[in-house]
Nanobody, 124 residues
Framework: QVQLVESGGGLVQAGGSLRLSCAAS????????MGWFRQAPGREREFVAT???????YYAESVKGRFTISRDNAKNTVYLQMNSLKPEDTAVYYC??????????????????WGQGTQVTVSS
C-alpha cells in the first residue's frame, strides 16, 4: 500500500502562486507515473497534470502555461507549481500514483493510489 500525502494548499489571491507537494511513502513508486486531479464543489473530478518516470508531462488545457508538474524520484515526491491562479482553480487537489511507468496517463481509473487532498482557494 502506497500512502500519498499532499501539502502546500491554502488561500491565495487571483494572479498569485502556490506550490503543492506530494510525498509517497513507498520507494516502489519512484518509477511510476504520478499526477494531480482536482475537484471543486458541485463539479466532477478533473484531470490537471501528469508526469512519468522519464518526466514526460501532459496538462489539462485549462492549466497549460500556468501550472508545472515536476518530480524528484530520489525523494519520491511530486510537485505542482501553480502560477497565475484564477478563482476557477479553487478546488481540492489530489495527488495520484499509477501502478506502472507509462506516459500520458490521463484517466482517473488508471491511477491506483490517491492522497487525501489539499484545499486550494483562489480569491478574486
Amino acid at each position: 500500500q502506497v500512502q500519498l500525502v499532499e501539502s502546500g494548499g491554502g488561500l491565495v489571491q487571483a494572479g498569485g502562486s502556490l506550490r503543492l507537494s506530494c510525498a509517497a511513502s513507498e520507494r516502489t513508486v519512484s518509477r511510476n507515473t504520478m499526477g494531480w486531479f482536482r475537484q471543486a464543489p458541485g463539479r466532477e473530478r478533473e484531470f490537471v497534470a501528469t508526469i512519468s518516470w522519464r518526466r514526460v508531462t501532459y496538462y489539462a488545457e485549462s492549466v497549460k502555461g500556468r501550472f508545472t508538474i515536476s518530480r524528484d524520484n530520489a525523494k519520491n515526491t511530486v510537485y505542482l507549481q501553480m502560477n497565475s491562479l484564477k478563482p476557477e482553480d479553487t478546488a481540492v487537489y489530489y495527488c495520484v500514483a499509477a501502478a506502472d511507468s507509462r506516459d500520458y496517463v490521463l484517466l482517473s481509473t488508471n491511477y491506483d493510489y490517491w492522497g487525501q487532498g489539499t484545499q486550494v482557494t483562489v480569491s478574486s
